[in-house]
């Protein structure tokens, strides 16, 4: 009972210092709910970037890019705001945008899913995402869980980003999004009732300028709002809203909602949702990006003179970053987001993971040794870069103060040429692996695509792990028993790059020929 009372009473002091008495952003010591009153921000310390947020009756749902990985564009559920886990990605086939985002083009690093809207309306589940270089895209469900219908395109344009759309009371349809190409001019175009159709020619010019963009319209009494970041090279990314009483404008009123926070990453993207409890909140990610990604954050929201004001209210009615508050429901069960994997399952993958592109279906299965997952290898578009192959699974890292990730791998289908790991990487990368060359195998290092060869192994099984801290510093180690572990290379600085945080990532290729497999008995993600 005392350890709870210290427990509760540090969760509320910290809910309540000023920014400049807290730990430095990213080496925070608890996260999410940390009593059954109260949560700490972050509430995700993991890359679930241009995030948006509905709810739909006892239930949240929340929609996350995804770029070139594959299935696209993650969808988490909530029954508290707080606590989330992957209900799954709803993009089944990237080549359903482009050729660029298939394993033989691997040309979309940056790019592909970016943000998109979530909405729920008339019984169905919409999702409405933009790429810069294809365009718009649609597609609805009745479940959220799926099936998702095939994408419908609604704009072959480059350079649009950040959409969003609504439904009025009377059943009219409207879309929203920005031309960033063209000086961030962001239009309404009338929609299809069915959110199939957008009408270009008849799209007006709502809103411009200083990189305007991150739009979600909603609706509160007799009020639209069209919610977005605004960016000034001096003062950073911060939110703003314009506001209209008609869905199609004119949106004349204006107001800065928030400070950037930049002591905080500028939190700045996000959905507004009225909780259960009848408040409003700001599920938001952190638009300044690090090694950890865009994390996420649940900021109050207080209605000041008609505007949604986040996170902590200033004297002057601005909002600035809210490092913690009071949970928004109760629940006992306590979702968590999936890690670990047994690969138990025997048809389909958990929904924490996702491939590096799209894949070959026909390289991976779970079914042809029941209990494990069998990677198989194939030449990579470039010669022994692993970037450039087509075959990586991976999943997001965490930012927390311990993490350890340990892989056990059987070698006995590996064939000449072939290599396979356990890697960090988004721009950068770096790797523990195997490699076979002569017959004989190897552990070798990988930073970059430079490699260095290490100890001669007998096989068949390996463990690899790595581990890492708030700094973001892995370290990679095998073993040939799973109970000795000898470390691998050199401490590797994980990076940002490409839009993303670091991921971990499970990899198989073979430079010489297409052949050759290698077995996955688990990965397990102790925190």
């Known amino acids: 009972m005392k350890a709870l009372l210290m427990l509760c009473c540090a969760a509320f002091a910290y809910g309540s210092l000023s920014a400049q008495e807290r730990p430095k952003w990213g080496y925070w010591t608890e996260w999410g709910q940390v009593d059954e009153k109260r949560y700490v921000n972050p509430i995700i310390p993991s890359d679930y970037s241009d995030i948006d947020c509905i709810r739909v009756g006892d239930d949240y749902y929340a929609i996350s890019s995804t770029f070139q990985f594959s299935p696209g564009m993650t969808l988490l559920h909530s029954k508290d705001l707080v606590n989330w886990e992957i209900c799954t990605n709803i993009i089944s086939d990237l080549t359903q945008i482009g050729p660029e985002l298939n394993h033989d083009r691997m040309n979309r690093y940056g790019r592909g899913v970016w943000a998109g ?13 933009g790429t810069p270089d294809e ?3 649609m597609t609805s469900a009745s479940r959220p869980e799926g099936p998702w219908d095939a994408l419908t395109p609604l704009l072959t344009e480059r350079g649009w980003d950040d959409c969003t759309a609504m439904w009025d009371e009377d059943g009219t349809a409207c879309f929203v999004g920005t031309h960033f190409a063209d000086g961030y001019k962001t239009y309404m175009f009338p929609m299809s009732p069915d959110g199939r159709r957008i009408e270009r020619d008849s ?10 963009e991150a739009n979600k319209l909603i609706k509160v009494g007799d009020w639209y709002y069209l919610i977005f970041s605004e960016h000034k090279k001096e003062l950073g990314r911060y939110v703003m809203a314009k506001r209209s009483r008609r869905m199609t404008g004119p949106y004349l009123e204006e107001r800065q909602l928030a400070l950037p926070s930049r002591e905080a990453m500028e939190p700045n993207q996000g959905g507004i949702v009225e909780g259960k409890d009848g408040k409003w909140y700001f599920l938001t990610h952190h638009g300044t990006g690090d090694w950890g990604g865009r994390i996420v954050s649940l ?23 809210a490092y913690g508050g009071e949970m928004p429901a109760h629940c006992d069960e306590k979702l968590r987001i999936q890690t670990s994997d047994d690969f138990e399952n025997g048809t389909v993958l958990g929904p924490q993971w996702q491939w590096n592109y799209q894949p070959r279906t026909d390289m991976f299965s779970l079914s042809e040794r029941p209990g494990w997952m069998r990677l198989k290898a ?9 970037l450039s192959a087509g075959n990586t699974l991976t999943q997001r890292t965490f930012r927390q103060p311990r993490n350890e990730v340990v892989v056990k791998m059987d070698l006995s289908g590996m064939t000449d040429g072939q290599k396979a790991g356990l890697c960090h990487f988004s721009s950068k990368h770096a790797a523990a692996g195997v490699v076979k060359e002569g017959g004989v195998l190897h552990v070798e290092y990988r ?7 290490g100890s001669r192994i007998s096989g068949p099984l390996i463990w690899f792990k790595t581990t890492w801290g708030s700094d973001g510093v892995a370290r990679f180690l095998y073993s040939t028993d799973g109970k000795t572990f000898v470390p691998v290379g050199k401490d590797y600085q994980m990076v940002w790059g490409n839009y993303r945080g670091d991921r971990i990532g499970i990899y198989c290729f073979n430079d010489l020929s297409e052949g050759g497999y290698v077995d996955i008995d688990y990965l397990h993600y102790n925190e």
């Not at 007006?204 to 990189?211: D, E, H, P």
Request: no cysteine; charged share 20%; aromatic share 16%.
């Open 203 to 212: 799209a007006v010019l709502i809103n411009s300028g200083s990189g305007r």
């Open 378 to 386: 194939y030449r990579p578009l470039r010669e022994n870069q692993l």
């Open 135 to 137: 365009g718009y895209f």
């Open 447 to 453: 930073e970059n695509n430079e490699v260095s060869r």
């Open 117 to 129: 809207t979530l909405r729920y309306h008339d019984g169905r589940f919409y999702l409405f995402f």
């Open 299 to 321: 900021l109050p929201v207080t209605w000041v003179d008609g505007w949604p004001v986040m996170g902590r209210v200033l004297p002057d009615g601005m909002g600035t970053m």
